[in-house]
């Protein structure tokens, strides 16, 4: 008996590092120190900031995963995961330095994870972040043929008097939402089961989605906010929280960049509902309060911004070819927002 009988082929790993080696190369910052395949990632922090602080987060994917595999493409998932992470990062208006991945399948397939990791390349690219490591683990038994897990890790860096953390938010302050590129990462489970039960394809192409099949649509990935966001901050306007709207939906995301004392009244009829929301909604019988509180509603990220700087930031994200609109303000409260639908 040998590893390789046991179902782990060491010299396929191998040669996956040695293949993937020139998309990790393409994300590399100047701050990078050495090459792919040591123990660790080395990256120097960049100069500049007075009191640096290191903001980091992880997270995956998932069961967006599932519909990656049912398709057979794998080229998006990876821009997801570094979006997954780098938005969380980017909230507290840290720029995100460097990104690991982390990649488990049952049977190790090169063309199928080199295809993750083009992904994770881009994402890493469109974020301006270093792809500095990961870890690839082949695990016969653990996972069905053909199907693999991510998780995603990030490290940011932001001075210590620029840190957001809600403490700048004041009452009467303007909620400014970013339009999401569909359902981003969350709420698959749900997404599943809809087009499950109602008897649907991937390949199908409902009128409401305007010649995209369902798989299309479902596997269009996460935005990724960080270069429009820092390069806002960076031309001078005043941004006070961010909120990366993500599990849990707005209910659930947009109070974690409030202040003690604070809630935000919404006015659900200041932006347009996507179709592809519209359309999960009506198939799947579901609520509103549901809907709301599974998926982003078409707002993938919030910027609460002081009343006197609400025209110039629509301005700037226009600019910036980012959909922006006013979507409500910041009240007395508990921590809640005011407006979402209850039922």
């Known amino acids: 008996m040998d590893y390789r ?13 040695e293949g993937i080696r020139q998309l990790v190369h393409r994300t590399h910052r100047p701050e990078v120190i050495g090459g792919l395949g040591g123990f660790g990632g080395y990256f120097q922090l960049p100069s500049g900031y007075t009191e640096p602080v290191l903001v980091s987060g992880t997270d995956g994917v998932g069961t967006k995963l599932k519909l990656s595999h049912a398709l057979n493409r794998h080229d998006t998932v990876g821009i997801d995961l570094v979006a997954m992470c780098v938005n969380d990062v980017l909230t507290s208006g840290a720029e995100p330095l460097f990104f690991l991945d982390y990649l488990a399948t049952g049977k190790l397939n090169s063309e199928q994870l ?24 082949e695990m016969p038994g653990f996972y069905q ?53 109602g008897g649907y394809a991937w390949s199908d192409r409902p009128e409401e989605f305007s010649g995209q099949s369902l798989g299309e649509a ?54 347009t509902i996507p179709p592809v929301f519209q359309w999960l909604a009506k198939i799947g019988g579901v609520s509103q309060k549901e809907m709301f509180n599974t998926f982003n509603m078409g707002i993938g990220y919030v910027a609460i911004v002081p009343p006197q700087a609400v025209e110039e930031t629509l301005r700037w994200f226009d600019s910036q070819d980012v959909e922006a609109f006013a979507i409500g303000e910041v009240i007395a409260g508990s921590g809640t927002v005011d407006g979402i639908p209850k039922d």
């Open 5 to 17: 009988a046991a179902g782990v082929n060491v010299e396929a790993g191998r040669a996956f590092v």
């Open 145 to 197: 043929a053909g199907e693999y897990d991510l998780a995603g890790f990030c490290v940011g860096i932001v001075d210590k008097s620029k840190l957001l953390d809600g403490s700048r938010v004041q009452i009467g302050d303007v909620a400014i939402a970013l339009a999401s590129q569909g359902v981003h990462s969350n709420g698959y489970s749900l997404v599943r089961k809809i087009v499950e039960v």
């Open 218 to 271: 479902f596997l269009t990935p996460t935005r990724i906010y960080v270069k429009p966001v820092l390069s806002a901050i960076a031309s001078g306007i005043e941004i006070h929280a961010m909120a990366h709207i993500t599990g849990g939906g707005i209910p659930e995301n947009l109070p974690r960049c409030l202040g003690e004392g604070q809630s935000i009244r919404v006015d659900v009829n200041s932006w």
């Open 114 to 137: 080199t295809q993750v990791v083009s992904g994770i390349s881009l994402g890493c690219q469109k974020a301006g972040c270093a792809l500095l490591g990961g870890e690839t683990a």
